[in-house]
Every structure is written in structure tokens, then in C-alpha cells.
């Protein structure tokens, strides 16, 4: 039996609000390290964000296990960037009673 294939270069990123230069702030997400995982798609519907109707895809992203507390492990809110591409994390638990791997849930919008 063959395991999990990660073969996906992702990025986790987390925003964070950053100084503008002139006494304000702003948003900007930062890269907190790679990750290797296997993207594997869900479901999909229409929507409307920021900037009008996207499609919105759900998938699930297999990494491996990172202990709960660690900067590494992914959060909801966060995202993983896979070039262009960009999955919104909604839920992060362990897949296996060991933890080794961890299922996240995720979101993809594209404007369509």
C-alpha cells in the first residue's frame, strides 16, 4: 500500500498588518516556510468576492504532521501559495491517530 504522494511545492503564508512608512498600517501576507503536499479537489460553486463573481473550489491539502503550538503547522486563516495559485485554509486536523499527516481544508477562488 502506497502512501500519500506530496509533490506540491506550497508556501504557507499568514497576513499580518505592516507599518505603511507614513503612520498607518496595512495588510501584507508573509511566507512562513514550505511545505510538501498533495492538493486533491473537492467541490466547487459560484460566488461573489471582492472584486465580483469568482468560482469557488474546495480541496483538500495532505502535509505532514506538525505539533499543535509550532509556527510550521497550518492554521485556519492562513494559506498555502502554490505559484499562482493561492488556497484559503478553513480547518486543519490530524488525518491518522498518530498525527503524521494533517488534512486541511481549503478554499481556491478564481474570477470568472
Known amino acids: 500500500m502506497s502512501g500519500p504522494r506530496l ?7 499568514r497576513l499580518e ?3 505603511d512608512g507614513a503612520g498607518g498600517m496595512h ?7 514550505v511545505l510538501w503536499g498533495e492538493v486533491k479537489p473537492r467541490s466547487g460553486r459560484e460566488g461573489v468576492g471582492e472584486a465580483g ?4 473550489t474546495g480541496f483538500r491539502v495532505l502535509v505532514r504532521g506538525v505539533p499543535q503550538g509550532q509556527s510550521a503547522r497550518p492554521l485556519p486563516e492562513q494559506r498555502f501559495r502554490d505559484g ?4 484559503r485554509i478553513n480547518s486543519v486536523t490530524e488525518a491518522d491517530p498518530g498525527g503524521r499527516f494533517l488534512t ?7 474570477a470568472t
Open 17 to 19: 498588518s505592516v507599518p
Open 7 to 13: 509533490t506540491s511545492k506550497l508556501v504557507l503564508e
Open 27 to 33: 495588510e501584507s501576507w508573509v511566507a512562513l516556510g
Open 53 to 56: 463573481q469568482v468560482s469557488v
Open 84 to 87: 499562482a495559485r493561492v488556497f
Open 104 to 110: 486541511c481544508l481549503c478554499d481556491e477562488e478564481v
